[in-house]
């Protein structure tokens, strides 16, 4: 299975303040159909979680513009660019491309 | 929407069929999954199964014993769970796709 790797495990940031969590895979994520099936997800305390970010830098609907994703290859990233209170909770990627899909170890945000 | 239920204690040894029904979009259209969290840690794609209900696929730890399904006519998935280990223990959530939209899971809960 492909393994993703994420850094850091924790983050405290200051409101207001950029934040950044790096992914890697231990696979290159092109698939065959020309995509690579990266995605980001959110999960605040007691929910489920939601996804924020598809095919590396494409934000689902109603994600604010302050999040973004980039990368390629085996090396990917989700910048926040000003932390809110609302954004606190385990951020997870997630590859898509071989089976099974697998996750990150997430990445626990809270607010300094 | 989806909605999970059949979670429930049980023994080691026994069986659980979970079901989400679905709303709001048609279950035929979609490659539908389940997923599954120890509760306060990671998440683990378990099964998928494509939009015609012709291709099932499962992670190592649950093949032969978990079957996954679907009744377009009822907008409804399953997955039966069979020969449950403790370390099946965990929330199972229903997923859309590649993670486009959860459920709010189900508790399945294994323990002598």
């Known amino acids: 299975d492909v393994v993703m790797s994420q850094s850091p495990l924790s983050l405290s940031v200051t409101l207001g303040q950029p934040a950044s969590i790096s992914c890697r895979s231990s696979?290159?994520?092109?698939?065959?159909?020309?995509?690579?099936?990266l995605n980001w997800f959110h999960q605040r305390p007691g929910q489920s979680p939601r996804r924020l970010i598809y095919?590396?830098?494409n934000r689902d609907s109603g994600v604010p513009d302050r999040f973004s994703g980039s990368g390629t290859g085996t090396e990917f990233t989700l910048k926040i660019n000003r932390v809110e209170a609302d954004d606190v909770g385990i951020y997870y990627c997630?590859?898509?491309?071989?089976?099974?899909?697998?996750f990150g170890q997430g990445t626990r945000l809270e607010i300094k | 929407q989806l909605a999970e239920s059949g979670g429930d204690f049980v023994q080691p040894g026994g069986s659980l069929t979970l079901s989400c029904v679905v709303s709001?979009?048609?279950?035929?259209?979609?490659?539908m999954h389940w997923v599954r969290q120890v509760p306060g840690k990671g998440l683990l794609w378990v099964s998928r199964?494509?939009?015609?209900?012709?291709?099932?696929a499962y992670v190592d730890s649950v093949r032969g014993r978990f079957t996954i399904s679907r009744d377009d006519a009822k907008n409804t998935l399953h997955l039966q769970m069979n020969n449950l280990r403790v370390e099946d223990t965990a929330v199972y959530y229903c997923?859309?796709?590649?993670?486009?939209?959860w459920g709010r899971g189900t508790l399945v809960s294994v323990s002598s």
């Open positions: 997923v859309r796709g590649l993670g486009d939209l």
């Open positions: 709001g979009f048609s279950l035929k259209d979609y490659w």
């Open positions: 199964i494509n939009s015609d209900g012709t291709l099932e």
């Open positions: 696979q290159g994520l092109l698939h065959t159909d020309k995509n690579t099936y």
């Open positions: 095919k590396i830098s």
């Open positions: 997630m590859q898509g491309t071989h089976w099974p899909p697998t």
